[in-house]
Structures are given as C-alpha cells and as structure tokens.
C-alpha cells in the first residue's frame, strides 16, 4: 500500500477525552475514530489489525472443532423473556421497537438464540457434541463507556457455545475451548493467563477469565511466576484426546484477579521469590453453565436410552475489538505501538527519506515491488514528508520492520533496517534487503 | 469438513412461507434460518457462500483503489440532522434510544457519516481522490420483509463513498467502481447488465443499477441482446487509465428495467431480434451526487487556488447478502442449487456410499486427506445416510463436483465424478481422481 493512497489521519496532538494509552495512541495513529460514545469507526489501519486477530481467533476455533456461523445482531425480546434474562438483563441492554411495535434488542450476547437454533434442527445425542460460534458485533449500553474500544458499547466478540449430553461432555468442550484460548492469545504475541471467574449473569459454575499481563491493566492480578513459563499446546495437539492434563497444569500454580484473590492462600502456597502482583486486562472468558439455557428454553435431545434430557451447556467469548486496546497495551512504548508481528497491520514499512529522487525513489519501487510480490505487507511511505516526520509515523503505528532508504545510505548500496520492537538497527546492501527482512 | 461434524441441517419438506426459489432452497439447503420478520441468521453453509462472496466484493474494490475501513452499525441520529435526512427517510429508518435517551438509529446506509470522517480530516484536494468503503450490516425496517435475504431489513452491504475535487474526478472515480463492478459480478458467475437508474433517497444526478438476469427475478428488464457478450475487463485492466471508453461500450447498447423502459426507443434502436425481454434481480447500484451532501455537511477541501470548496460524491452499493439469494435465482434446477465454483462453499462433495465398509472408507479418507492438503474445500458426507440421500442432499446444497466411492466402483478401481452444473458423469480411477479435479 502506498501511504499517499491509503487513509491514515495521524493526529498529533493527544486527545484530551483518551485516559488510557491504547485509547490515546489508537487516536493517534489514526485507527479508530469516535462516531458516538463508545462507538467507533475502525479506520484503515485499525480495522487491519482487527482483521488480523478476527482471523487468529477463527484458524483456532476451527482447529478445535468448533463450527462458525452468523446470528444477527437484532434479536426478539421474546427470546430472551423465555430465559428469564429479558427483565434480569437491566439497562445494559438495548431496547429497540420496529414499526410495527415489535419489541427487538441489540445482542449483547446470545445464549438465547443459539440454544433457539438448536433446539430447532437437534434431536438426538447423535449429533452431539456441538460446538457453534460466530464473530458479531454486539451492543451493551454501558453506563459509563470510557477507555476506547477497551470499554466501548458496540463491540466485536467472538462467542462460541457447546452443547452435550451430559456435564463429562461439556468439560471436555470446556477443556478444548480453554486449550483454543491458551493458543489462540499466545499466537498474538500475549501473555495471557486463565485464571478462576465468577460466572456473572451468564451464569453456572465454572469460569475461567484469560488475563493479558499489562502494567497498565484494568485490574490487579496475583500469580505464581512459575504460571508465566508455563508451555502453550502447539499446532498439533489432539483436540479429540484428554485435554485434562494441560488444563490441570495451567489452573494449578496461583493465578487470581483481585476480585477473587485469596491472600492467606496465595502467601501459603506461592514461595514470595514467586509471588508477582501485576495488572491485568480481560480477553477472554469461559463458562460451563450446565442446562441454564437448555432447561428453561427446552433444549432437549433423546440420549442413548431414547428419554429426552436438557443438555448440558458453555460458552466462550473473546473479545476481538477490545484485544486491539489490550494489545497496544502490552506492547507501546513513549514514541508509539509496537506490534507483534502477527497482528501487525503491515509487515514492512518503507520509509523514502527524499521522496523525489531518481535513486531514492527507484530503490523503494523496487523493494515495495519486490516484497509485495512476495506477499509481504508492505506500507510505502511515498509522501512529501521530512524524514523526521516519516520516523515519528513509522513508530508510532508500529509496523514491525521499518527500511529507511536515503541518498547517504544509497551512494554506498545500502539501506537501513530498523526493528521496532527493540529499536536495533542494521546497515544491508539493498539486494539484500528483501532476504533479511523475509526471515 | 467431516459432515458427521458440521452443521448442516436439511429440512425434508419445503417451507410454505417461502414464495421464491432461492428462499425455499435456502432454507432447505439448512443455509439461514429465521430469528424474526427479515432477520436471518446464516448457518454454516449460508455463511461460507456469503464470505466468498464479500471476499470477491473486497478484491475488487482494493484493485479499483478504494480503502476498506469499518463504521459501526448505530449511528446519531444528530448525524441524520444535518443533511436533512433524519425526518426524509421515513419508517424504514429504525430509531433508537439508548439508555441516556439519546437518539440512535441502525444505519440503513452510510453518506452522512462518511462525510463527517472525511471532513474531520482531510483539507486539501492534494488527498483526492479518495474513495473508503465498508462491507458492514445493514438495517432497513421494511413495510413487509419477505423473499428472504432478498429483501429481508438485516442485510450485508458493501458501500463505497468517493470524494473528488470536482465534477471531472468524480466521474473517474465513477467510472472506476463502474469497472469494478462488472468484473465482481463477472467473477460470481453472473450476467450482471448495467442499467440507468432513478436516484431515489441517495440523490443526485447520475445512476446506474446492476442487474443480475434470472428468470425468476424481480422486475422485468428490456435489453438489446449484444450486451449480453460484452467483454468484461480483466485483472489488469489499468484504473488510473480511461476508462471512459469501457463504461461508453456498456452503456450504449439499450438495457433497462420496466420502471424507467422507453418503449419507442427500444423499438426505435434495437432491431426486432437482437430485443431480449426477461426478468433481472438487482445487485448493486452506483451513484454519482456531486455537492448533496458535502453542502448540507460542509465537507470542504482547499483547492488548488487556496479556496475552500465542497467535495464531489459519490456512493457505491452492492448487496452482499443480497447476492446470495440473487445467485441461486440464476443458477439453481428442481433438484437444487448450482453453485458457481468461485462462490461454492465446498469445491467438492465426497460422497461415501457405504459408510462403515472398510474399502470405500479408506479411498474417502484418502480422497479427503489430499484434496483437502491441496487446499481444495472439501466436504465429505461421512454420515450413515443411505445413498439415495447423500445424492439429494449433494445435489440440494450444489458443489460443483461431487465424487461418488462406492464398493462396485471400487472394486474395479474407480469413482465416479459428477459435475453439478450440467450433470456430466464420469468414472476415473481412484488414483486419476485428484488430478481430475483439479484441474
């Protein structure tokens, strides 16, 4: 992409409204932009990064055997009346009526729905054990919306619902959607650590949160260091084998968020050259709730012995938009975002320090050719900025890879190549540019 | 995909509500399923056709130039205000109040709120042209939603919006999402003639609808019968070129829908065999409005001269969703839908016409295992349906190839492939089947 046709309106004042860095600098970098309170317009730049992680999520819910599909995002307020959670739900939810004085809301969530399609189409145990999610957007009515897309209103999430005939079922669903989050956050460069949850107003028994480590989290966090050395399942592991071992390793060493934090057990059983209180931000969340859903709305399949019996459910949440300001969050630094390489919004940028040039210009033409042709992300910065200013650019929307390319570099063949994530930086010939950058 | 473990509910009987072929198959084909009046939640087959469909859309519209970014669904009402339409648009528009009583409403289209990014930017007609676009969901509260997702108040669109410094540059850009047009519909498989058009609410001056021709479409269309083999461009076809010449050679030749049909015309300039009368379904619709809204909005850029002007606009529309249904109206027989390949949700259907037998288990997993290591989509009926409905079920859901393993066959080495679109058979040997179908 060449920057002087792409859509990027950096900002170089920071918002005063932005209280938290990944808000501030998402402004900055021209990736979102406010269309009301906590609702965004995902500019170029920021919707490439959502992509980037909507993908991961969907390579990994596929990979664990989860099927996607799409719900709406208006949902009949009928549906939820018949789980109970219409009148529960409280003003969080958005209430809508059409023309014709139906009564309609925008999904914050929808357990109602999918345990409505289900019940719909599935009769027998047969068909178990399921596993439907989509990737939505969704709406609470925050009281308070703050943060950016950290705390917004209209949010993208993904969530996923499992479906068993009985509770042995459901935790082996549980385990795969638990072993799919471990990979799943590792993948975009996170430390991501389950920890023990409340259930809320989804409701059930067992939960767990997935808490990146960021200084500049939301919310306290105590853990066992050991935790963080913990090994993530890679590409292979058997999501049709016993998951319970990795799931037994990672819930066993001390892992709490302050809400659930147990001192005198934290101080009995972590050793305090492990003990590490840090901050934290919320990604993702799983539930087993068991027949909640499945018992009021008469989710019921016919088991082995031909009686029907309400089924045994979960659900998992990610959410996809909020990872983008929990990203920034874990990995900025005071001149801008450095991403990780998987989210990246671009690979590569190419810096023409004297746009204008015979030989300037035609080295960057080349590169960007080049790397393009290779299936590279390339942003060329092609316009009429002073070098200084195309620096500042590069760091603050933290593309990976930066090439600097400028007459003094060029009368001698080379160019620069600068990593942003550690600011080192290498003197290549040009023709050796593309191999460096492409290991 | 393993069909044991996807989703893909069939349903025996046709749904009465259903009064056009592409809604009655899309039920049967366990494709959508209704969550209330026009809002359908798309099943895992529904949804797999809908994002080749959106990825085709998005290809184009990155080659023609135009920049993807993502608006949110809801919008201000206030918005609506300042160009005039929030009282305009009448019942179709669904208003919302949030929990603050603020005024909100689910945006049926785009043009106000890509004005107000555009002018929170952009100064000077140096950034011109620009053209952003989104694929984002739609709502329009229809009077009576029905013919399901082809009309339905939910819907997927993708609405491009240009900006040019004057009349002469909107017309390029005109003329290139004109281009880009003819080759997204192109590469569905469709015939999709343009076809001058009333403006209706967008506004403006210049308009043309793209028109998918089906027999069982919506509104009748009168054309001269040489638009039929236009040439449509190819992948190289230069955007930053004239293309006034290509928009010239489709719109010459007579092409018009019923509500704006000129009967002594036609009869005037098409001699009497070259007149083709049939029925089309519409898929997209470009607008040209010059200063409407960047008037009302004050959408202003620096000319040349230094002096503040309004932009020129316009608007750029193709049902996404829409398409799905459109699709199916023009390639579908009475045993179900054809699928163009570029828009199949499987490439191929391996059917296993003895599930359980050790022979034709194996040549299945064998088949299964390469095509799916060549990247093929693959969709393997491994369930312990009987024969006869693994054939009815292939032919509902029209994957272009389906392979049939059977034990005489295999007894002598072979499968059988079958082409969807015209029912051609053929028996290959085992090991010739892959090669066979990749091809």
Same mark, same amino acid.
């Given at each position: 992409?060449?920057?002087?046709?792409?859509?990027?309106?950096?900002?170089?004042?920071?918002?005063?409204?932005?209280?938290?860095?990944?808000?501030?600098?998402?402004?900055?970098?021209?990736?979102?932009?406010?269309?009301?309170?906590?609702?965004?317009?995902?500019?170029?730049?920021?919707?490439?990064?959502? =992509?980037?992680?909507?993908?991961?999520?969907?390579?990994?819910?596929?990979?664990?055997? !989860?099927?996607?599909?799409?719900?709406?995002?208006?949902?009949?307020?009928?549906?939820?009346?018949?789980?109970?959670?219409? #009148?529960?739900?409280?003003?969080?939810?958005?209430?809508?009526? #059409?023309?014709?004085?139906?009564? /309609?809301?925008?999904?914050?969530?929808?357990?109602?729905?999918?345990?409505? +399609?289900?019940?719909?189409?599935?009769?027998?145990?047969?068909?178990?054990?399921?596993?439907?999610?989509?990737?939505?957007?969704?709406?609470?009515?925050?009281?308070?919306?703050?943060?950016?897309?950290?705390?917004?209103?209209?949010?993208?999430?993904?969530? &996923?619902?499992?479906?068993?005939?009985?509770?042995?079922?459901?935790?082996?669903?549980?385990?795969?959607?638990?072993?799919?989050?471990?990979?799943?956050?590792?993948?975009?460069?996170?430390?991501?650590?389950?920890?023990?949850?409340?259930?809320?107003?989804?409701?059930?028994?067992?939960?767990?949160?997935?808490?990146?480590?960021?200084?500049?989290?939301?919310?306290?966090?105590? +853990?066992?260091?050991?935790?963080?050395?913990?090994?993530?399942?890679?590409?292979?592991?058997?999501?049709?084998?016993?998951?319970?071992?990795?799931?037994?390793?990672?819930?066993?060493?001390?892992?709490?968020?302050?809400?659930?934090?147990?001192?005198?057990?934290?101080?009995?059983?972590?050793?305090?050259?492990?003990?590490?209180?840090?901050?934290?931000?919320?990604?993702?969340?799983?539930?087993?709730?068991?027949? =909640?859903?499945?018992?009021?709305?008469?989710?019921?399949?016919?088991?082995?012995?031909?009686?029907?019996?309400?089924?045994?459910?979960?659900?998992?949440?990610?959410?996809?938009?909020?990872?983008?300001?929990?990203?920034?969050?874990?990995? $900025?630094?005071?001149?801008?975002?450095?991403?990780?390489? !998987?989210? &990246?919004?671009?690979?590569?940028?190419?810096?023409?320090?004297?746009?204008? !040039?015979?030989?300037?210009?035609?080295?960057?033409?080349?590169?960007?050719?080049?790397?393009?042709?290779?299936?590279?992300?390339?942003?060329?910065?092609?316009?009429?900025?002073?070098?200084?200013?195309?620096? &500042?650019?590069?760091? /603050?929307?933290?593309?990976?890879?930066?090439?600097?390319?400028?007459? =003094?570099?060029?009368?001698?063949?080379?160019?620069?190549?600068?990593?942003?994530?550690?600011?080192?930086?290498? $003197?290549?010939?040009?023709?050796?540019?593309?191999?460096?950058?492409?290991?």
């Amino acid at each position: 992409m060449r920057l002087s046709r792409f859509f990027l309106p950096i900002l170089k004042e920071t918002p005063k409204e932005a209280e938290i860095v990944s808000h501030r600098l998402m402004l900055r970098a021209g990736m979102i932009r406010q269309e009301a309170a906590g609702i965004y317009a995902w500019l170029p730049l920021g919707l490439r990064v959502l =992509k980037k992680i909507e993908a991961i999520v969907r390579e990994e819910q596929n990979r664990a055997g !989860a099927i996607e599909l799409l719900m709406p995002t208006l949902q009949l307020a009928d549906l939820w009346r018949e789980s109970g959670r219409y #009148d529960a739900y409280g003003p969080e939810m958005l209430r809508i009526q #059409d023309r014709h004085k139906r009564e /309609l809301l925008f999904g914050p969530t929808n357990e109602e729905m999918i345990t409505e +399609i289900f019940r719909g189409y599935i009769r027998s145990y047969k068909s178990l054990p399921l596993n439907l999610y989509h990737i939505q957007w969704k709406f609470r009515d925050e009281q308070r919306p703050r943060f950016g897309v950290m705390r917004g209103r209209e949010f993208l999430m993904k969530d &996923a619902y499992s479906f068993d005939i009985d509770e042995a079922g459901a935790r082996r669903s549980y385990n795969r959607m638990f072993v799919a989050y471990l990979r799943t956050f590792a993948r975009m460069g996170l430390k991501a650590i389950p920890m023990r949850a409340e259930t809320g107003p989804i409701g059930g028994d067992l939960s767990h949160e997935f808490i990146v480590l960021a200084e500049t989290g939301e919310s306290g966090v105590y +853990i066992d260091k050991d935790v963080l050395d913990l090994p993530v399942p890679d590409m292979d592991v058997d999501y049709d084998g016993d998951l319970t071992p990795i799931v037994k390793q990672w819930t066993t060493a001390y892992a709490a968020t302050e809400d659930v934090h147990d001192g005198s057990r934290y101080e009995h059983e972590v050793p305090e050259e492990r003990r590490v209180h840090t901050r934290g931000i919320e990604v993702g969340q799983i539930f087993y709730f068991g027949t =909640k859903y499945s018992d009021s709305m008469k989710a019921l399949v016919a088991g082995p012995d031909g009686i029907e019996q309400p089924i045994h459910g979960g659900s998992y949440g990610v959410g996809v938009s909020r990872l983008v300001g929990a990203i920034i969050e874990a990995c $900025h630094d005071e001149t801008g975002i450095k991403w990780p390489d !998987a989210v &990246a919004p671009f690979a590569v940028a190419i810096l023409n320090l004297k746009q204008g !040039a015979s030989d300037t210009d035609a080295a960057c033409e080349r590169l960007y050719r080049e790397l393009s042709a290779r299936g590279v992300d390339v942003l060329y910065d092609d316009t009429d900025q002073r070098a200084g200013a195309k620096f &500042a650019t590069a760091d /603050l929307i933290g593309i990976p890879w930066q090439v600097m390319v400028g007459p =003094k570099g060029l009368a001698e063949g080379k160019v620069e190549i600068k990593r942003r994530s550690d600011g080192a930086r290498e $003197h290549v010939a040009l023709e050796d540019a593309i191999a460096r950058l492409m290991t």
